[in-house]
């Protein structure tokens, strides 16, 4: 379903919201410090976010032993601190540790990256957004579409849109939202996509053996990405962000396939 960004425009500064930001590429990361900077204008912005980048870690949630933090001073923050932790980490002691506030709202981001198709399996910044979305919190994944730009404004500004549509709708906290902006001027931006599926990226890595100091090791080497699905398919996170929209996904905590329930139930029978 297509969406003009123009129909999305709710301006509502005067909202008293608590809204916490993190991400999975660090506390210093521009796209963090972005993000912040323009969500400030709708609420109070805090931030726990990881000391450097903890890209890839999933949902690791550290359960026991300790956890090393530091206040940061964040521009625009009202507070913030820097966890010796995951992504995951950062959401859930911000919620049972450091703040005594109930949130309206999590963002985690900016994301240096897409996080499309199944990548959303090992995404930190997905992570994050699912820890909030756990703890009944509506939350948002929040990524670009690039690993070199130097700019985060026009997602950030995309993704206050789109959080503001999202806070006033009903249900909001059944779900969360994995927002991808493609990595282009705002007037190329063709609008918004609900994507209700995923395609599948494909990694074919390649590894060495290494040896130092007496140890095996496994040299891993950069990873050559392909993609196996329709690309014209708009209905695709992976095709709606390659065509130049923004895609929008809404993610739940739903991981049982009803498909196959009564093959499953047919195969065990007997």
């Not at 709202?105 to 240096?112: D, E, M, Q």
Request: include cysteine.
């Amino acid at each position: 379903m297509k969406i003009c960004r123009e129909t999305c425009i709710f301006l509502c500064y005067d909202l008293a919201m608590k809204i916490l930001v993190c991400n999975d590429d660090g506390i210093d990361f521009k796209g963090l410090r972005t993000l912040v900077k323009v969500f400030s204008k709708i609420g109070d912005v805090y931030v726990v976010a990881p000391n450097g980048e903890c890209s890839s870690n999933s949902h690791h949630l550290t359960i026991k032993g300790r956890v090393a933090y530091e206040r940061r001073d964040v521009p625009f923050a009202k507070e913030a601190y820097a966890l010796w932790g995951t992504p995951a980490d950062c959401v859930h002691m911000a919620m049972h540790y450091f703040f005594d506030e109930r949130f309206d709202l999590v963002v985690s981001g900016i994301n240096k990256g897409a996080n499309v198709s199944t990548d959303i399996i090992y995404s930190g910044t997905i992570a994050a957004a699912r820890e909030a979305f756990i703890c009944h919190v509506p939350a948002m994944a929040l990524s670009l579409d690039s690993f070199t730009a130097d700019d985060y404004t026009v997602a950030a500004e995309y993704g206050r849109t789109i959080a503001l549509k999202y806070l006033e709708a009903k249900d909001n906290s059944d779900y969360f939202l994995n927002v991808n902006v493609p990595c282009l001027e705002e007037k190329d931006i063709k609008g918004i996509l609900v994507c209700d599926r995923i395609g599948e990226i494909l990694y074919e890595d390649s590894y060495t053996h290494t040896e130092e100091d007496g140890k095996d090791y496994i040299q891993i080497l950069p990873s050559r990405i392909s993609y196996n699905g329709d690309r014209q398919d708009l209905r695709i996170d992976v095709a709606a962000l390659a065509h130049g929209y923004v895609s929008v996904s809404p993610l739940g905590n739903e991981h049982i396939d009803h498909k196959y329930i009564e093959d499953v139930t047919d195969m065990l029978k007997g």
